[in-house]
C-alpha cells in the first residue's frame, strides 16, 4: 500500500501554484489539522495487507511545521502507519522554512527529501512569487546534503517569465552537480486557478528544445530520464510515484488528497474546513476498461513503458495480448519513430514521449 499526506499550509501562495493549500496558518489550525488526522488514521483499518511500501508527505508545505508538530506527525505516522525498514519516506520541504535542528528531526524519520528549489536564480524565483533568498536556499542546501539523507530530490521549473536558455542550463549544471539523486524539472504551464502562467508560456518548439537540452544534460552527469519529467541516478526513481502511476493501490489522507483502491478514485474535498468537519471524499467510479487504458496510458511517459511482467502487477489488469491489439490498433497513426512496439515491450521513444498527449488521446 502507498500513502499519501496533504499538508494544506504554506507560507504564502506562489503565483504558479494549483495545489490546494491555506497561507499563513496560526498553530490552532495546524494543532486542529493534526487532531483530524490522527483521527482518522486511528478509525482506518490498517491491516497487515496494507504495511506502508511507501509514505510521500506532501502539501503544500510538509516543512512549514514547526519542529514539535513535525514530532506530532511522524509520532502518530509511526503509531498508525508502522512503517518497516524498506519503506520509502519521502517529504517535501521549501528551502527556506529549513532549519539545521529541523532537519535533524526530519532525518529520524524521512528518508527521502524532496526539495522545492525551482530556480538557483533568486530574480527567477521572486517571478515564481517563491519567498526564498539566495542566502537561504545555499544554507539549506548545504545543510540537506550534511544530513546524509539516502535520497533527496531537487524539484525545479523551466520556461519561467524572463527566463532565458542559459539560465535554464546553468540551473541544471547547478542540480546535477548538487548532490540530489533525483531531479523533477517541470515547465510552467497555464494551470486552472493559478495567477501565473496563464499569462506567458514559451512556444512549442522552445519548449521542446529546453526539454531535449534537460535530458542530455543531466543524462551526462549520470541522471537519466525515467520519465517525461523525472530524471534520476540509477535506483532512486520515485518508489512512490512509479507504484501510483503503475496502478498500485493508494490511501491519501487530508484535504485534496486522492486514493485509489484498484477500482475507485476518491478525493478528498480541496478545503480545510470541510476536512475537519469528517466530510467524506467524492468517489469517482470510472469503468474497468477505461481505468486500465488510462493507467496503461500514464505509463507510456515512463523510460520503461510496459512488458508483460509490468502490466500483469496492475490490479485487475486484462490480457497483455488485449494491449497488444489495442496498440496495434493506433499504430497506423504514429510515426514509427515515436513507438517501440513488440510482443515484449511497449514504450515511446525520446520523440515520441514529447507528443505523449496525441499518443494517449488515441488510446483513451
Ligand atoms: S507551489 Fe508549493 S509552496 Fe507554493 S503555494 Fe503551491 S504548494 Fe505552496
Known sequence: MNYYIHIPFCRNKCGYCAFYS????????????????????????????????????GGGTPSLLSCRELERLFQ???DQLRPGDATEISMEANPETLTREKIALIRT?????SVGVQSFRA???????RDCTQGALENALEMVRAADFPHWNCDLIYAIPGQTRNDWESDL????????DHISCYNLTAEEGARLGATWQISEEDGAEWWRLTGELLGAHGV???EVSNYSRPGAECRHNCNVWRGGLLRGFGPAAASFDGRRRY?????????????????DEIQPEARLNEIFAVNLRTRAGWTPELWRQVPHADAWQERLRKVDGIRAQIPPEWIVFSEERITLSDSGMLFWDSIAELLL
Open 173 to 180: 549544471l547547478r542540480a546535477a552537480v548538487s548532490g540530489a
Open 76 to 78: 502518530l505516522l509511526g
Open 267 to 283: 478525493r478528498e474535498p480541496e478545503s480545510l474546513t470541510a476536512f475537519l468537519a469528517g466530510a467524506p471524499p467524492e468517489v
Open 224 to 226: 537519466n530520464r525515467y
Open 22 to 57: 491555506e497561507p499563513a496558518p496560526t498553530p490552532l489550525q495546524i494543532g486542529a489539522f493534526l487532531d483530524e488526522l490522527e483521527r482518522r488514521l486511528a478509525a482506518t483499518d490498517l491491516d497487515e495487507a496494507q504495511a506502508p511500501e511507501t509514505i510521500y508527505l
Open 123 to 129: 530574480e527567477l524565483r521572486k517571478t515564481l512569487e
Open 109 to 113: 524519520f524521512v528518508n527521502r527529501l
